[in-house]
């Protein structure tokens, strides 16, 4: 079945430092890619996304490429700050159509500190 | 404000002592969906409903039931809690197409 694997956590930074979140994914077809972040105490809120190949995803200064050849969605920040500690979650859905369960496979999760 | 709405946030019960968990979402979507939050296993999928009167299983179901007479509402019912259930659980919302909502979430500890 489908699957999400990124890297594992904790991950600890300082501030303005460079951030990398591994994410590879397994799945047939062409699965749209999602990074999800979960403030403390909060809800998943979608972060961005990328629904085809060598699409790349941003928002708030995070990006992500859609890269089918390494089946991988890395998540990058040039700049890290404090605000930024979440915890950040891969994941793929294959069903998008209006006849299909939206199901999201997610990754484990990779909590992020960062520090002043 | 579009938001789905989940009660309670927090809740301590004791084995086999029946509870539900509601959600709620004020933005017209059709499709609804419960996971479950675990340590070491990210999020899992346990209903889903399409639509109004059509529920189907997710990957982990077991323990727990759903039903959707109104579109608006979705809630969780777990007829006989075990402490395997404790968890995070959140409800999510979607018009087709679009982007997947999430509530805050409902810690559940079953002693």
């Known amino acids: 079945g489908d699957s999400v694997t990124q890297m594992e956590g904790p991950v600890t930074l300082s501030e303005e430092a460079f951030l990398t979140i591994n994410c590879t994914y397994t799945?047939?077809?062409?699965?749209?890619l999602f990074w999800y972040v979960q403030y403390p105490g909060e809800g998943l809120q979608l972060l961005l996304k990328a629904t085809k190949a060598d699409d790349k995803g941003s928002n708030k200064g995070f990006e992500a490429t859609y890269r089918k050849e390494t089946t991988s969605f890395h998540l990058e920040k040039g700049s890290v700050q404090v605000s930024d500690s979440a915890v950040y979650f891969c994941a793929l859905s294959k069903g998008n159509s209006g006849g299909s369960n939206y199901k999201l496979t997610f990754g484990k999760g990779t909590l992020l500190t960062v520090n002043p | 404000e579009a938001q789905v709405t989940q009660n309670p946030r927090y809740l301590i019960t004791v084995t086999g002592k029946k509870l539900t968990v509601t959600c709620s979402q004020n933005m017209n979507h059709e499709y609804m969906s419960w996971y479950r939050q675990d340590p070491g296993l990210g999020l899992r999928q346990i209903y889903y409903?399409?639509?109004?009167?059509?529920?189907d299983k997710g990957d982990v179901p077991e323990g727990y039931k759903v039903s959707r007479k109104e579109k608006r509402n979705f809630p969780l019912i777990l007829e006989s809690p075990s402490p395997n259930q404790t968890s995070l659980y959140f409800c999510a919302s979607r018009i087709y197409s679009g982007e997947l909502f999430f509530g805050e979430g409902s810690r559940l500890t079953v002693l």
């Open positions: 799945a047939t077809g062409y699965p749209s």
């Open positions: 409903s399409m639509n109004v009167e059509v529920t």
